[in-house]
Structure formats: C-alpha cells, structure tokens
C-alpha cells in the first residue's frame, strides 16, 4: 500500500529543479543566504549586469552602483531566466512579470530593484554573496562575450 504519489516525487531531481534551490546572491547580516524565489519561466523577467577583475574590489555598496550605472547605460541583458547560476561574475536582478513591460520598463524596474537592495545594505546589513558572485577565476581572456554558448534563453535582449 505505497503512496504513489511519493514515490513520483522522490523521482530523481533534474537539473533544472537543482537550479531553482541554488542560492541566491544576497546574504542577511548574520552571513546566512538569502534564497531566491522560485520562478516560473516566462513570469519574470531577469536583468544581467557583468563584472570584471577589476570589479571586485569595491564594497557591496559601490557594486550596487556600479550596476545601476551599468543598467542605466544598458551595459547588460534581460533574459527570461537567470544567468548568474550558470556564468560566474555576473548578477541578475529578477524583475516580477506581472505586465507586458518593455525593455525600458524592465531597465527602470531592475534600477529601482538595485537600489532597493543597496539601502538594505546600508540600513539592515544585507550583503552581497561575494563568495558566489565571484566564484573561479575570471582573469582570462574575456569569456563573458560568448556566454550562451550551450546556455539556452527563451528570450534574451540586449537592455
């Protein structure tokens, strides 16, 4: 009298669900991440901001700068998932679908999201998960201008 339901469930676990439980790129004050929240495809929409070797010396705050300025010079991409789980030195900023937004719109939304992030930063200690983000090494030749190479978006633009 087994539950067949829970043997359907203890089913082995896709790669694609392991990437929905990986953690998220911001970390409460006490050093314990903060998890993403599930997404379903096409719900939201995810704005990728890259970074360099040089990059990695600024402080939280400054790198949430950087991705404003970033953003408002649309030096990044607005993709239908996120990049950050399968590129290493980028963020991105998941931006709620409930409207057919433009790319400006989502541009403006991921700014004010970056924002966000940066006064919680400043006034509760939120941290960016920098052991993640700057996961390996990124100081060989630029790989970052080919990402997609297997890595399939249903829909990527440039911002």
């Known amino acids: 009298m087994g539950n067949h339901v829970s ?18 790129m911001f970390n409460y004050s006490n050093g314990r991440n903060i998890r993403e929240e599930p997404h379903v495809p096409g719900g939201n929409q ?5 970074f360099n070797w040089a990059d990695h010396k600024y402080n939280d705050e400054e790198l949430m700068d950087l991705v404003v300025a970033r953003i408002n010079a649309r030096d990044g991409i607005i993709s239908s998932e996120p990049v950050h789980h399968d590129v290493k030195w980028c963020l991105s900023l998941r931006v ?46 630029k790989r970052h201008y080919n990402i997609h190479g297997d890595y399939q ?7």
């Open 96 to 141: 709620p679908g409930y409207w057919k937004p433009t790319d400006v719109s989502i541009a403006g939304a991921a700014k004010v999201i970056a924002q966000w992030h940066q006064s919680e930063m400043r006034h509760a200690g939120m941290k960016i998960n920098r052991r993640y983000l700057f996961r390996g090494s990124n100081r060989r030749k």
């Open 153 to 159: 978006l249903t829909q990527m633009t440039k911002i």
């Open 7 to 24: 043997a359907i469930d203890s089913c082995r676990v896709t790669k694609k669900a392991k990437k929905r439980n990986l953690r998220g």
């Open 46 to 50: 995810w704005v990728t901001v890259f």
